[in-house]
T-cell receptor
Framework: AQKITQTQPGMFVQEKEAVTLDCTYD???????LFWYKQPSSGEMIFLIY??????QNATEGRYSLNFQKARKSANLVISASQLGDSAMYFC????????????FGTGTSLTVIP | DGGITQSPKYLFRKEGQNVTLSCEQN?????MYWYRQDPGQGLRLIYY???????QKGDIAEGYSVSREKKESFPLTVTSAQKNPTAFYLC?????????????FGPGTRLTVL
């Protein structure tokens, strides 16, 4: 079975500081993908970053990076130089090769950026 | 522009009525999904479809029904059997069978039962 765990219901960060949002996963698949999404108060889900299970380097997309530790089964999202517009819910998700088309989501972390 | 559209954005329903939420995509994606989100909660999978004329139940399929007659369309019907249908509903699509491909989401429909 696939499972995603996000243990931080809410986080606060000072503007311009970096913040790490935690995500751990459990899967029996050898090949899988890990994703992070941002959901502002408007409700839309915005894809941020992807990490493949066989990727040797951590993924980066602008101010977003993914700290991938395969042995620990963790895929933490790091947001550098936080901006007020980063205040939102953040969801970690996984898609396994053996489960093909089904995505598994964590419960999310609410991030608030303080001016 | 390619993307996913959901309509309506807001929907109000009386108790005991069925209601259908629309989801259309022009991304040529094989797989489509419906999720339910309650306030302050994560996404729960209702149904998903990997190809036309085929769909599978997710974790909370009771009280919902779907159809997939066309690749572009995956409407969700919330039936009167759904005990607590007030929620935010998100439709998504993805390229099928590839673990490295993300889902793309529509803007969502907020359903309120009066």
């Amino acid at each position: 079975a696939q499972k995603i765990t996000q243990t931080q219901p809410g986080m606060f960060v000072q503007e311009k500081e970096a913040v790490t949002l935690d995500c751990t996963y459990d899967t029996s698949d050898q090949s899988y993908g890990l994703f992070w999404y941002k959901q502002p108060s408007s409700g839309e889900m915005i894809f941020l970053i992807y990490q493949g299970s066989y990727d040797e380097q951590n993924a980066t997309e602008g101010r977003y990076s993914l700290n991938f530790q395969k042995a620990r089964k963790s895929a933490n999202l790091v947001i550098s130089a936080s901006q007020l517009g980063d205040s939102a819910m953040y969801f970690c998700a996984m898609r396994g090769m053996n489960t093909g088309n089904q995505f598994y989501f964590g419960t999310g972390t609410s991030l608030t950026v303080i001016p | 522009d390619g993307g996913i559209t959901q309509s309506p954005k807001y929907l109000f329903r009386k108790e005991g009525q069925n209601v259908t939420l629309s989801c259309e995509q022009n991304l040529n994606h094989d797989a489509m999904y419906w999720y339910r989100q309650d306030p302050g909660q994560g996404l729960r999978l209702i149904y998903y479809s990997q190809i036309v004329n085929d769909f599978q139940k997710g974790d909370i399929a009771e009280g919902y029904s779907v159809s997939r007659e066309k690749k572009e369309s995956f409407p969700l019907t919330v039936t009167s059997a759904q005990k607590n249908p007030t929620a935010f509903y998100l439709c998504a699509s993805s390229i099928g069978g590839l673990a490295g491909k993300t889902q793309y989401f529509g803007p969502g429909t907020r359903l309120t039962v009066l």
